[in-house]
């Protein structure tokens, strides 16, 4: 099969190739997911897990990408709640090859099913971008209607979600972000925006949640911002400064099938929007990773043309 390799850490983005690599091997409780559209995350060359396995042996060449949308086309033994011909998408192990492949073995409990309603291309935009932003409103920042939260990047692929679900909620939604994300969050149901090159942030004032993707000198301001019992939850570093009295949390997306089909749901019911970007065939995903010139919204690799 074809797949994007990388061999070299020294090499970086220039280390990633188009090459021919053996079919997965199905382990037990695995599913082989036929790729049809794929999502990746640009700084993955730096995770130890593209690189190693789970005992901390070398993997390469590894194949990056996790967010994969596709069709089943073989059972592991064991496995069970999926069939082949089925549509399904969701996330592959962050230390096992990805979905940047013709076919990818992923185990069955990582991926949901996909209805018809929903194109390959939407599906693979929604895994780590949805999980991550439920994960962190709900399930670590304990938010609830009525609520404030203050989302960083409110136009980027986490904080686009994380607004629509938590105004869905019934939270006062303050968005971040710079001038040019203006309109789009507030499009997505920020009841406020602020521009982080020309606003204080300090002004927002007090809040019940911050959501942080950005990290550094603004993770460390946030701080501030959390009132008395509320959460700083953050999924760029383990945050130094914390809160005064409240709690601060560092957190990885976690697979979640159940909230996976919860998400495809209101995907396919027009409740939420994902932001899609440029859609690029595999031979171009080693460009897609350091683009000339980026686009707004995701970007998604088309593995397989059709249905």
């Known amino acids: 099969m074809q ?17 021919e690599e053996p079919y997965p091997h199905a382990a037990e409780n695995d599913v082989v997911v036929r790729v049809h559209a794929a999502g990746f995350t640009r700084g993955e060359l730096d995770w130890p897990g593209t690189w190693s396995d789970r005992a ?75 999980l991550t932003a439920w994960q962190a409103l709900f399930d670590h920042g304990r938010l609830a209607a009525g609520q404030t939260v203050l ?82 939850v953050t999924i760029a570093a383990p945050p130094t400064v914390l809160p005064r009295n409240g709690r601060a949390i560092f957190f990885v997306v976690e697979p979640d099938r159940a909230r996976l089909a919860d998400l495809a749901r209101w995907l396919r019911d027009g409740r939420l929007r994902l932001i899609v970007g440029a859609v690029r065939p595999l031979a171009e995903a080693p460009a897609a990773f350091a683009p000339a010139q980026p686009t707004p919204g995701k970007t998604i690799i088309r593995v397989t043309e059709g249905e």
Do not use: C, K
Request: aromatic fraction near 2%.
């Open 151 to 232: 989302i960083h990047g409110a136009a980027g692929g986490v904080g686009s979600v994380a607004v629509q679900l938590a105004r869905e909620a019934g939270a006062r939604v303050i968005g971040t972000g710079r001038a040019a994300a203006r309109d789009t969050a507030l499009g997505l149901g920020a009841d406020v925006f602020l521009d982080l090159e020309a606003d204080r942030l300090e002004d927002v004032g007090q809040v019940d949640l911050v959501l942080d993707v950005i990290g550094g000198d603004i993770l460390d301001r946030s701080a501030a911002l959390v009132r008395s019992g509320g959460t700083l």
């Open 3 to 19: 797949a994007i390799t990388v061999r070299d850490r020294a090499a970086g983005l220039a280390g990633l190739s188009l090459t």
């Open 56 to 130: 901390g042996h070398d993997r390469t060449p590894s194949v990056p990408g996790h967010e994969v949308s596709g069709i089943v086309v073989e059972l592991g033994y064991g496995t069970t709640g999926l069939s082949v011909g089925q549509r399904v998408f969701g996330l592959t192990d962050w230390t096992r090859n990805g979905s940047l492949a013709e076919y990818v073995a992923v185990e069955a409990r990582n991926l949901a099913p996909l209805s018809a309603g929903i194109s390959h291309t939407m599906a693979a935009a929604l895994p780590i971008s949805g």
